[in-house]
């Protein structure tokens, strides 16, 4: 997994964090990770592409490192399952 600037500092929360998942319309191995962050008190927010390049080109995400899905929370970049 990537994660782009990442702190302990980023983690700690007092109120619930929303997290925007960026997955492909088709992609059925994401929704066990939005259920994932569901639980564990994240608000998830689930954006449906037809093509995920466009997303992680955007977002300066290095090829080498792409994964299924992309997520945005706290103003940072995850790319693929982060716990």
Known sequence: PWVAGCTPAAQQRDQPVTVRVFKLESCGCCRPYVRYLEREGFVVDVVD??????????????????????????GRLVEGYVP
Not at 49 to 68: C, F, K
């Open 49 to 74: 592409v037809p093509d995920m390049e466009p997303v992680r080109t955007a977002r300066g995400i290095p090829a080498e490192l792409r994964s299924y899905h992309t997520a945005e929370v706290a």
